[in-house]
Protein backbone atom coordinates (compact mmCIF):
# COMPACT_ATOMS: atom_id res chain seq x y z
CA UNK A 1 0.00 0.00 0.00
CA UNK A 2 1.10 3.44 -1.15
CA UNK A 3 -0.81 6.04 1.13
CA UNK A 4 1.65 8.95 0.48
CA UNK A 5 2.68 9.15 4.28
CA UNK A 6 6.22 8.02 5.30
CA UNK A 7 8.59 8.50 8.63
CA UNK A 8 10.90 10.65 5.85
CA UNK A 9 15.08 9.97 7.08
CA UNK A 10 14.01 8.91 10.13
CA UNK A 11 14.21 5.24 11.58
CA UNK A 12 11.17 5.90 13.92
CA UNK A 13 8.24 7.84 13.48
CA UNK A 14 5.68 9.17 16.39
CA UNK A 15 2.64 7.32 14.78
CA UNK A 16 5.51 3.99 15.33
CA UNK A 17 6.59 5.44 18.90
CA UNK A 18 3.14 4.87 19.94
CA UNK A 19 2.47 1.58 18.52
CA UNK A 20 3.22 -2.16 19.86
CA UNK A 21 6.73 -2.65 19.13
CA UNK A 22 6.47 -6.29 18.05
CA UNK A 23 3.76 -4.56 15.22
CA UNK A 24 6.05 -2.01 14.86
CA UNK A 25 9.72 -4.67 13.85
CA UNK A 26 7.08 -7.12 11.84
CA UNK A 27 6.23 -4.00 9.58
CA UNK A 28 9.86 -3.21 9.15
CA UNK A 29 10.74 -6.79 8.42
CA UNK A 30 7.97 -7.32 6.14
CA UNK A 31 7.35 -4.44 4.60
CA UNK A 32 7.53 -5.55 1.04
CA UNK A 33 5.28 -8.47 1.77
CA UNK A 34 2.39 -6.68 3.51
CA UNK A 35 -0.91 -6.58 1.19
CA UNK A 36 -4.24 -4.93 2.51
CA UNK A 37 -7.76 -5.11 0.88
CA UNK A 38 -8.49 -1.46 -0.34
CA UNK A 39 -12.30 -2.05 1.85
CA UNK A 40 -9.66 -2.28 4.80
CA UNK A 41 -8.23 0.90 4.30
CA UNK A 42 -10.95 3.04 3.06
CA UNK A 43 -11.02 5.14 6.59
CA UNK A 44 -7.09 5.50 6.79
CA UNK A 45 -7.47 6.57 3.48
CA UNK A 46 -10.58 9.03 3.81
CA UNK A 47 -8.16 10.19 6.46
CA UNK A 48 -5.26 11.14 4.27
CA UNK A 49 -7.74 12.85 1.86
CA UNK A 50 -8.83 15.20 4.32
CA UNK A 51 -5.11 16.08 5.41
CA UNK A 52 -4.19 16.13 1.75
CA UNK A 53 -7.34 18.93 1.29
CA UNK A 54 -6.44 20.96 4.53
CA UNK A 55 -2.82 21.19 3.46
CA UNK A 56 -3.51 22.78 0.08
CA UNK A 57 -5.81 24.97 1.10
CA UNK A 58 -3.41 26.32 3.50
CA UNK A 59 -3.03 30.07 2.10
CA UNK A 60 -1.85 31.26 5.11
CA UNK A 61 1.83 31.96 5.83
CA UNK A 62 1.45 32.08 9.34
CA UNK A 63 0.41 28.52 9.68
CA UNK A 64 2.64 25.53 8.98
CA UNK A 65 0.53 22.36 7.57
CA UNK A 66 1.66 18.95 7.08
CA UNK A 67 5.29 19.93 8.05
CA UNK A 68 7.91 17.56 9.24
CA UNK A 69 10.72 17.42 11.74
CA UNK A 70 13.52 15.49 13.61
CA UNK A 71 14.77 15.06 16.51
CA UNK A 72 17.88 12.78 17.58
CA UNK A 73 16.67 10.69 20.88
CA UNK A 74 19.38 7.97 22.17
CA UNK A 75 20.88 6.99 18.86
CA UNK A 76 17.57 6.75 17.49
CA UNK A 77 15.88 9.78 14.62
CA UNK A 78 12.75 10.43 15.48
CA UNK A 79 10.02 12.20 13.05
CA UNK A 80 6.73 13.52 13.38
CA UNK A 81 4.68 15.21 10.92
CA UNK A 82 2.12 18.34 12.10
CA UNK A 83 -0.73 18.78 10.56
CA UNK A 84 -1.30 22.73 11.73
CA UNK A 85 0.82 25.00 13.90
CA UNK A 86 0.43 28.61 14.36
CA UNK A 87 3.63 30.13 14.37
CA UNK A 88 1.98 33.52 16.17
CA UNK A 89 0.13 31.90 18.71
CA UNK A 90 2.45 28.44 19.63
CA UNK A 91 -1.11 26.44 18.78
CA UNK A 92 -0.91 23.28 17.28
CA UNK A 93 -3.87 21.37 16.36
CA UNK A 94 -4.05 17.45 14.52
CA UNK A 95 -6.63 16.86 12.36
CA UNK A 96 -8.80 13.34 13.21
CA UNK A 97 -11.21 11.04 11.80
CA UNK A 98 -12.81 9.32 13.91
CA UNK A 99 -15.82 7.50 15.42
CA UNK A 100 -19.14 9.43 17.53
CA UNK A 101 -17.22 6.67 20.45
CA UNK A 102 -14.25 7.98 20.81
CA UNK A 103 -16.45 11.10 22.10
CA UNK A 104 -18.45 9.08 24.43
CA UNK A 105 -15.64 7.49 25.94
CA UNK A 106 -13.76 10.81 25.90
CA UNK A 107 -10.82 8.37 25.50
CA UNK A 108 -8.35 10.80 23.91
CA UNK A 109 -5.11 9.57 25.77
CA UNK A 110 -3.62 8.13 22.67
CA UNK A 111 -4.01 11.87 20.62
CA UNK A 112 -2.83 13.47 23.94
CA UNK A 113 0.62 11.21 23.83
CA UNK A 114 0.88 11.93 20.10
CA UNK A 115 0.48 15.70 20.14
CA UNK A 116 2.66 15.91 22.95
CA UNK A 117 5.16 14.17 20.84
CA UNK A 118 4.83 16.93 18.13
CA UNK A 119 5.05 19.48 20.62
CA UNK A 120 8.52 18.21 21.96
CA UNK A 121 9.94 17.87 18.59
CA UNK A 122 8.45 21.81 17.88
CA UNK A 123 10.50 22.32 20.90
CA UNK A 124 13.62 21.04 19.75
CA UNK A 125 13.47 22.77 16.61
CA UNK A 126 12.99 26.42 17.97
CA UNK A 127 9.23 26.76 17.99
CA UNK A 128 6.87 27.69 21.02
CA UNK A 129 4.08 25.63 21.75
CA UNK A 130 1.30 26.64 24.07
CA UNK A 131 -1.59 24.32 23.64
CA UNK A 132 -2.14 21.70 22.03
CA UNK A 133 -5.96 20.18 20.49
CA UNK A 134 -7.10 17.66 17.99
CA UNK A 135 -10.00 18.91 15.67
CA UNK A 136 -11.90 15.97 15.01
CA UNK A 137 -14.32 14.52 12.47
CA UNK A 138 -16.76 12.54 13.14
CA UNK A 139 -17.03 10.10 10.01
CA UNK A 140 -20.33 8.09 11.44
CA UNK A 141 -22.14 11.66 12.80
CA UNK A 142 -26.12 11.41 12.50
CA UNK A 143 -27.80 14.87 12.73
CA UNK A 144 -30.93 12.90 13.85
CA UNK A 145 -29.21 11.11 16.65
CA UNK A 146 -28.10 14.62 18.01
CA UNK A 147 -31.92 14.52 19.97
CA UNK A 148 -33.95 11.89 18.75
CA UNK A 149 -37.52 13.04 18.15
CA UNK A 150 -38.94 10.02 20.53
CA UNK A 151 -37.06 10.19 22.81
CA UNK A 152 -35.95 14.16 23.48
CA UNK A 153 -32.64 12.91 23.88
CA UNK A 154 -29.22 12.64 22.16
CA UNK A 155 -28.00 9.04 21.32
CA UNK A 156 -25.95 9.01 24.38
CA UNK A 157 -25.07 12.20 26.60
CA UNK A 158 -22.11 13.32 24.60
CA UNK A 159 -23.12 12.84 21.57
CA UNK A 160 -21.19 15.71 19.51
CA UNK A 161 -23.62 18.60 18.56
CA UNK A 162 -21.84 18.64 15.27
CA UNK A 163 -19.39 16.26 13.07
CA UNK A 164 -16.62 18.71 14.11
CA UNK A 165 -15.13 19.36 16.97
CA UNK A 166 -11.86 21.07 18.34
CA UNK A 167 -10.67 18.72 21.49
CA UNK A 168 -8.34 21.00 23.90
CA UNK A 169 -6.00 18.54 25.45
CA UNK A 170 -3.49 19.20 28.23
CA UNK A 171 0.14 20.29 27.09
CA UNK A 172 3.21 18.21 29.15
CA UNK A 173 5.99 19.70 29.87
CA UNK A 174 9.08 19.09 28.47
CA UNK A 175 10.52 16.86 31.08
CA UNK A 176 7.53 14.36 31.07
CA UNK A 177 7.15 14.45 27.69
CA UNK A 178 10.46 13.24 26.81
CA UNK A 179 10.51 10.25 29.46
CA UNK A 180 7.58 9.18 27.75
CA UNK A 181 9.53 9.50 24.81
CA UNK A 182 12.84 7.79 25.55
CA UNK A 183 10.78 4.70 27.22
CA UNK A 184 8.88 4.11 24.41
CA UNK A 185 12.43 4.79 22.22
CA UNK A 186 14.28 2.13 24.74
CA UNK A 187 11.25 -0.48 24.35
CA UNK A 188 12.07 -0.55 20.33
CA UNK A 189 15.54 -0.87 20.86
CA UNK A 190 15.07 -3.98 23.09
CA UNK A 191 12.39 -5.07 20.45
CA UNK A 192 14.90 -4.93 17.61
CA UNK A 193 16.87 -6.73 20.19
CA UNK A 194 14.35 -9.58 21.27
CA UNK A 195 10.89 -9.30 19.47
CA UNK A 196 8.25 -10.22 22.57
CA UNK A 197 4.35 -10.84 22.21
CA UNK A 198 2.35 -7.88 22.83
CA UNK A 199 0.51 -7.44 25.83
CA UNK A 200 -3.28 -7.44 26.96
CA UNK A 201 -3.54 -3.76 26.79
CA UNK A 202 -1.63 -3.41 23.43
CA UNK A 203 -3.99 -5.45 22.60
CA UNK A 204 -6.78 -4.21 23.83
CA UNK A 205 -8.19 -6.78 25.32
CA UNK A 206 -7.79 -5.09 29.09
CA UNK A 207 -10.80 -2.85 27.72
CA UNK A 208 -14.50 -3.62 29.34
CA UNK A 209 -16.60 -5.76 26.79
CA UNK A 210 -13.38 -6.16 24.23
CA UNK A 211 -12.59 -9.53 23.19
CA UNK A 212 -9.30 -11.34 24.03
CA UNK A 213 -7.63 -9.43 20.38
CA UNK A 214 -9.68 -7.69 19.67
CA UNK A 215 -6.62 -5.37 18.11
CA UNK A 216 -5.06 -8.38 16.38
CA UNK A 217 -7.99 -8.11 14.06
CA UNK A 218 -7.11 -4.47 12.69
CA UNK A 219 -3.13 -5.67 12.68
CA UNK A 220 -1.41 -5.31 9.56
CA UNK A 221 0.76 -7.78 9.48
CA UNK A 222 -1.05 -10.52 11.38
CA UNK A 223 -0.56 -13.13 8.79
CA UNK A 224 3.26 -12.85 9.80
CA UNK A 225 2.78 -12.77 13.50
CA UNK A 226 3.28 -16.03 15.38
CA UNK A 227 1.50 -14.60 18.35
CA UNK A 228 -1.73 -13.79 15.89
CA UNK A 229 -1.82 -17.62 14.62
CA UNK A 230 -1.05 -19.04 18.26
CA UNK A 231 -4.50 -16.84 19.48
CA UNK A 232 -5.93 -18.35 16.07
CA UNK A 233 -5.27 -22.02 17.02
CA UNK A 234 -6.78 -21.45 20.72
CA UNK A 235 -9.84 -19.83 18.84
CA UNK A 236 -9.15 -16.84 21.23
CA UNK A 237 -9.46 -15.21 17.61
CA UNK A 238 -12.99 -15.62 16.09
Not at 13 to 30: C, D, F, G, H, W
Not at 66 to 77: A, H, K, S, T
Request: aromatic fraction near 10%; proline fraction near 3%; hydrophobic fraction near 30%.
Amino acid sequence: TNDGYSRGDAELSVTQLLKPMRAVILEKQYEEEITEDVSDRFWALFGRATHTILEHGNKDSNILTERRLYMEVDGIRLSGGMDSYEISSGKLIDWKTASVYKAKEEDYADWEQQLNCYAELLRVNGHKITSISAFAIFKDHRSWEVLNKRTGRPMFENYPKSPFLEIPLTLWDSEKTMKFIRDRVQEYKKAKEQITPCSDEERWADKPGASATKRCGYCRVREFCSQYKELTTKKEIA
